[in-house]
């Protein structure tokens, strides 16, 4: 079973939307979150002036899509480690899309070329991987070359940082369809995570949906690869917001190339239909079970038969 951890937030400004500083026990990394806005007012902080990995978190204004830059920072001749790179990311018009930052250092400046290479590395191709940010980096940084203890040291540093980041609002590193089990078995420490499918035939487009799906902690994920009906809605009745998302989609041949978020099994239902559809009854297990029947088992109190 997974353990509690205590993390510590100090609204520097005390203000919630102002600067964050985030540290955890027994951890020597330290993590701000400071808008744009407010990058000035931490010139005088003396751990923004060492070494370190930053995110620059924007929304783009043609699609509105997340935008992420990751970057390193060591230190310079005049003292200005991070907050100098930051200012100068500040300055630059090409990365006019950017609203905060969120840094990693270390409260003991252990931080060398070798270690931000490594995480600046590692970072990206986290952020890649979940595919929820444009990762705005134009090559791939070099991971450097380190012992497999610093290895280990820095995967752990990783791992805390993963934690922090969501902890700070960004889901960068979280894949979209990193699932939760339907049913929780007290008798299976390690519960499988649930896929469910959905086939229907729709007569008048002769065309058979073959999708699947999971549930997360965030909604509902149809999978990359489902096979969903074509056009951008085959019935008057499905919603605005699924019609758009079935037009901005990246489907091929009426192949999903992405794993897309809906609120609700029904929602995604209507998105491979293309018609209004009950999710609850639809979505099953490869024996048949319907999701409306897993919920029902697992609000069943214990002990009563099903």
Request: aromatic residues 10%.
């Amino acid at each position: 079973m997974a353990r509690g951890k205590n993390i510590n937030l100090f609204l520097m400004d005390g203000d919630a939307s102002g600067r964050i500083k985030c540290t955890l026990a027994n951890w020597t990394g330290v993590a701000y979150k400071i808008p744009r806005t407010e990058i000035e007012k931490c010139k005088n902080r003396e751990d923004l002036k060492w070494s370190g990995v930053y995110f620059l978190f924007g929304i783009s204004d043609d699609t509105g899509e997340n935008i992420a830059y990751i970057g390193q920072a060591g230190i310079r001749k005049n003292g200005e480690g991070i907050l100098f790179r930051l200012m100068e990311h500040k300055r630059n018009p090409d990365k006019d899309y950017w609203t905060e930052a969120v840094v990693f250092t270390t409260s003991n400046n252990s931080f060398g070329p070798t270690e931000i290479s490594y995480l600046e590395n590692k970072f990206c191709n986290l952020a890649i991987e979940a595919s929820r940010y444009i990762v705005k980096n134009g090559n791939d940084p070099s991971p450097g070359h380190i012992t497999e203890e610093k290895e280990s040291e820095l995967e752990e540093f990783v791992d805390y940082a993963k934690l922090i980041m969501g902890t700070l609002g960004h889901k960068i590193f979280v894949p979209l369809n990193k699932s939760v089990p339907v049913i929780e078995d007290i008798s299976d420490t390690a519960s499988e995570e649930i896929e469910l499918f959905f086939t229907r035939t729709i007569k008048k487009l002769n065309f058979t949906v073959e999708a699947s799906a999971k549930q997360t902690a965030e909604g509902f994920v149809v999978l990359k690869g489902s096979k969903i009906a074509p056009g951008s809605g085959t019935d008057e009745t499905i919603s605005p917001g699924n019609r758009k998302k079935r037009d901005e989609c990246k489907i091929i041949d009426s192949i999903l190339q992405e794993d897309v978020l809906f609120t609700s099994p029904s929602s995604a239902a209507e998105f491979v239909t293309g018609k209004s559809c009950n999710g609850w009854t639809s979505w099953k297990t490869k024996d048949g079970k319907t999701l409306h029947d897993l919920e029902e088992k697992k609000a069943a109190p214990e002990g009563t038969a099903y």
